[in-house]
Nanobody
Framework: VQLQASGGGLVQAGGSLRLSCAAS????????MAWYRQAPGKPRELVAR???????TYVDAVKGRFTISRDDAKNTVYLQMSSLKPEDTAVYYC??????????WGQGTLVTVSR
């Protein structure tokens, strides 16, 4: 099982990025998917979550700016980030779970937002 995150980079404040998480070795439609992030010196936090039934939730700090979506046919989850702020700078991680049965982390992708 592998979760391959990509799409990070350097962007100016107000800009946009789209992160992708390509899953292999699992059937995405069976999993709840999420994006977490960890800024330097801070704990990892949940950013957005998409359940296997399509319910999405967001941390207040990104509501209205970020959108999580999934393409189960492509086994890929996305995080569209708009109106980026310097405080969005972090390593972003893809995460998959089937409740307490199984939990998977991908490697991170760095997002840097300059002023």
């Amino acid at each position: 099982v592998q979760l391959q995150a990509s799409g990070g980079g350097l962007v100016q404040a107000g800009g946009s990025l789209r992160l992708s998480c390509a899953a292999s070795g699992l059937i995405l439609r069976m999993y709840h998917m999420a994006w977490y992030r960890q800024a330097p010196g801070k704990p990892r936090e949940l950013v957005a979550r998409s359940t296997n039934s399509g319910v999405t939730t967001y941390v207040d700090a990104v509501k209205g700016r970020f959108t999580i979506s999934r393409d189960d046919a492509k086994n890929t989850v996305y995080l569209q980030m708009s109106s980026l702020k310097p405080e969005d700078t972090a390593v972003y991680y893809c995460y998959a779970d089937r409740g307490p049965i199984e939990r998977r982390w991908g490697q991170g992708t760095l997002v840097t937002v300059s002023r």
